[in-house]
């Protein structure tokens, strides 16, 4: 097998790492270059910047995952409809350049006429799956849009969007709670976390359980520097509630940054789930698998 | 009865009525002097500047609720603990200048160890009911913090606060759902308000549910001018959702301006629940029917 230069394009960020035949990272990159800032018509002037120094000279294959196959991005890969398994978009490549650059098509899922769609975080669900050997799997991906993926007998079948993160950053950045909370995070208050995610778990809605940050603030009864880790459990505690998840779901996975992951495995402990974190890995490895399948085609 | 200078002093807006010992309004008044804008110490002379000419010569009672009793206010008139009657906010006013000019107490309210509070509304539900004849009530005063409130026996029992309508300013005008929307609101789009509330009755959370805006103008399924609309449906019917109403307990009352008692009414009838609107003069009647129970004391 050549070489593969995996790539993970995001909306604000690029990604990418040279792997070798047998699976080993071998080099690493990031950049700034998410597609927001790509001019038109520029995705393969950028694509060849960032990655000349690995493809010069070799035969290589590129494989691309992310928002580089939505309507913003290099070209359009037309979403897989759920439920789909890991052939289901493998075989689904948009090609680039024939044998060598492909993007990955993300998938869509409807129900009840709303559709939702991830781009992405599917090669990070296979890669998750075939690093741990696993053919059904409840995962989360957290995030400013956090992804749920419910895996069955190799397939997803399940998906939904939250978007947890972009909302922490709302009413942390813009809304009347703004006035109440410290201008930087700070460490994570593991108490107050806590105590976040046990009023989330308590109320019905976010619409209502955010105001206790007001409410606890005007009563002196919890201090400001603890206040972003409290609101952080109320949000992460909305979406773990909403989820209802329980162990019998199947092993329960989560795969994000090292500070998210702890997060929501402690959200996940305090509802007596015992989750395994897996890295940014699993995205090398999810590209990887895609390109030992096609094998002798690439 | 002297007359009566009944006065909602929130936090961006300051509004006033003058009325006759019969209750009848004589005059109204509106002003942005809203207590965010008042200079500290500032609040006799901008009381003075706002209701010098009712008061000219008179010997009027002044009767003030809302923010202007916060600690940000004019002075802090303490909360009264729930659950609440009339007598308990019109025997615990705080008296600016004795016999003249009062501010009225909101109302707190404890649960699971979080508090919630209300300044103002306490007094338009009690107008409302003294209004209406009624001792027992569901009510909600939508508004940036909604209020949900429960009368029984003529006492608030139960109360809590939606941040509704910042929440969807919020989305409107700061998150990745503001590319899709228009820059208007427009016109209500019915249909598209309706098919909010029903996939925010669907789903298990706003998180979720608000990234529908994303995905059906993805898919082209909503014009963008129905948008506003559809994502207006989407957290009002969060909202109601996370209330759990029935017409069992007891008449629902709305409490606001027209076009959010429209939006209201719409939702509720949408559950198959019956409301009824009451406006703004349920704030001058709460007011006067504290200056009438004051009676020989004013």
Known sequence: M????????????????????????????????????VPAGGFPAVFAANFARWRDGRDTLCLISGMAGSRQGWQEA???????????????????????????????????????????EETQVFGALDMLGLADAQLVLPGTHSKWVRVSAGRIDRFSTHMTGELYALLRQHSILARTLPADDGELDVDAFRQGLAHARESASLLHAAFSVRTLALFGRLPAAAMPSYLSGLVIGEELRSQRLTQAGGPILVIGSPALTERYQLALQSQGLT????????????????ARQLGEFA
Chains 1, 2 share one sequence.
């Open 2 to 37: 050549k070489p593969l230069i995996a790539v993970d394009w995001g909306t604000s960020s690029l990604r990418g790492a040279l792997l070798g035949g047998d699976g080993r990272v071998l080099d690493e990159m990031a950049s700034a270059d998410g597609i927001l800032s």
């Open 78 to 120: 037309p979403y897989c409809p759920c439920p789909a398994g890991f052939s289901d978009i493998a075989s689904r490549l948009l090609w680039i350049e024939p044998g060598r650059i492909a993007l990955v098509p993300g998938l869509s899922r409807e129900q009840s006429g709303v559709p939702d769609v991830m781009r992405g």
């Open 275 to 290: 989750s395994q974190a897996v890295g940014s890995a699993a995205t090398w490895r999810g590209l990887w698998t895609i």
